[in-house]
């Protein structure tokens, strides 16, 4: 990259736009990841607020079928032996290295050292004022103390509980979150300070133009989501209501495993219920929304700001959902909420509740099918919820911004970061990765 390919850094330039890094080891642009979307819609609001944002990820996904939007740039990157890419996402670039296994977790050593390699360079070629994150696995704290020692402040992006202990943000200025709910949990658990500012969905592309509401619709047949319950109660109703079809969205997890684990606890035939349509993953969930009647989330694990609450609210759909985390914030009045035994929000999340539990579930699924003006009822508080400016990306983004402008006001990126690596290098040696040229450019070329 090119000196020509950064904007000024004279201290005297206050007009400058402020400059973002989004480091980590995951991809933006997986569609089956709900942290991941959210990330990136966060990233083209401050964008879209006149801020630069450059992204360096890495192809991994929380399931392959997450890279579905851009696989065959990915393929093309194999073919030409390129260890990284660049893909264009609108005004925002994603620099990429390119990992042999696209599956989460499985990040090969020295993939992982040219990526560290690359962030590196990025921090000194496009002088950020801000680097922003999310991870806690070991490499992942390399993130934030690159960034301290050269006097560049960082923010981690926290949107589930699974975090313990205190060394993953030792380095790191701010913690952001998209809940109250996962705020109070670290503070109780660890004592840190959480700022949520919301889950950031653009209403254009999940909101359904054309609607008939026909299905039950259930996102991510995992365990821990409560698919082992969904499928047990489709089991059940396949019998006594063929006319109530549920959609499942197989964006993770293994719905044929939850469905002959279910079909054994009932006693019944392990074959796929006919009243079940399972669709893969997808990129646009308007027209899954637009079939929907009820979403069903019954999740035995802690939920800090489920995307698909959230988009299901914006759809206006009724929502038969369990209590855990953050999800009575996001529903508010709108929940229809279950309330299940501590046994089943413990590992592996493969409990079936008894039958007289199943039928209390089914029956409320029955009404909101047979009961008109019940139904109603429920969606005229989905959409007293969403009128009150809940989930409002407007409204999350100036929260965001708010958030982050006692860091971005330090301007870091116009400072002699050398004098921050010398000053922390126990040798004094100096920084020579200025004179070293990066192997990818974030503004668009490869090399």
């Not at 065959?72 to 005004?91: E, K, L």
């Not at 396949?238 to 964006?251: L, S």
């Not at 402008?405 to 126990?426: E, T, V």
């Amino acid at each position: 990259m090119s000196k020509t390919d950064i904007p000024s850094t004279d201290p005297a330039s206050a007009e400058r736009p402020f400059r973002i890094l989004w480091a980590n080891r995951h991809c933006l642009l997986d569609t089956s990841s709900g942290a991941s979307l959210s990330a990136l819609q966060m990233l083209h609001q401050l964008n879209s607020r006149g801020m630069q944002v450059d992204i360096l990820g890495a192809t991994n996904f929380d399931n392959p079928s997450g890279a579905l939007r851009f696989q065959p740039q990915i393929m093309d990157a194999r073919r030409r032996r390129q260890r990284s890419f660049v893909h264009r996402d609108g005004r925002i670039t994603h620099a990429l290295v390119l990992t042999h296994h696209q599956k989460q977790g499985l990040m090969m050593s020295r993939e992982d050292a040219y990526w560290h390699s690359l962030y590196q360079e990025s921090l000194t070629y496009l002088k950020p004022d801000l680097v922003m994150y999310y991870g806690g696995f070991p490499a992942d704290l390399l993130i934030p103390q690159e960034a301290r020692m050269r006097g560049i402040p960082s923010a981690a992006y926290v949107v589930n509980g699974n975090y313990h202990g205190i060394r993953w943000c030792h380095d790191t200025d701010l913690i952001l979150t998209d809940s109250e709910a996962t705020a109070q949990l670290y503070k109780t658990r660890s004592d840190l300070t959480l700022h949520p500012v919301g889950t950031f969905i653009d209403p254009k592309r999940v909101v359904a133009t054309d609607r008939t509401p026909e299905r039950v619709l259930f996102v991510t047949p995992k365990p821990e989501k409560g698919a082992y319950i969904v499928a047990a109660l489709a089991l059940i109703m396949a019998d006594r209501r063929p006319d109530i079809t549920f959609e499942v969205v197989n964006a993770r997890g293994d719905w044929n495993e939850a469905v002959q684990a279910a079909a054994q606890h009932l006693g019944k035939s392990n074959k796929p219920p006919q009243n079940v349509v399972v669709t893969p993953n997808t990129q646009d969930m308007r027209p899954v929304y637009g079939r929907a009647k009820v979403l069903l989330a019954p999740s035995l694990w802690w939920e800090s700001g489920a995307r698909v609450l959230c988009e299901a609210a914006l759809n206006e759909l009724p929502v038969i959902a369990t209590t855990l985390g953050g999800t009575p914030e996001i529903l508010g009045d709108a929940g229809i909420f279950l309330e299940l035994p501590s046994k089943f929000h413990q590992k592996p999340h493969k409990k079936i509740p008894k039958l007289d539990d199943l039928e209390k579930i089914i029956s409320t699924i029955e009404r909101l099918y047979d009961d008109v003006s019940y139904y109603d009822a429920c969606t005229s508080r989905t959409k007293k919820l969403i009128h009150s400016g809940k989930h409002s990306l407007d409204k999350n983004t100036d929260r965001l911004i708010d958030c982050l402008m006692p860091l971005l006001n330090k301007r870091a990126g116009d400072i002699d970061s050398k004098k921050y690596l010398l000053k922390h290098h126990k040798h004094g040696a100096p920084d020579l990765s200025a004179s070293v040229p990066p192997i990818v450019s974030l503004s668009g070329t490869d090399v």
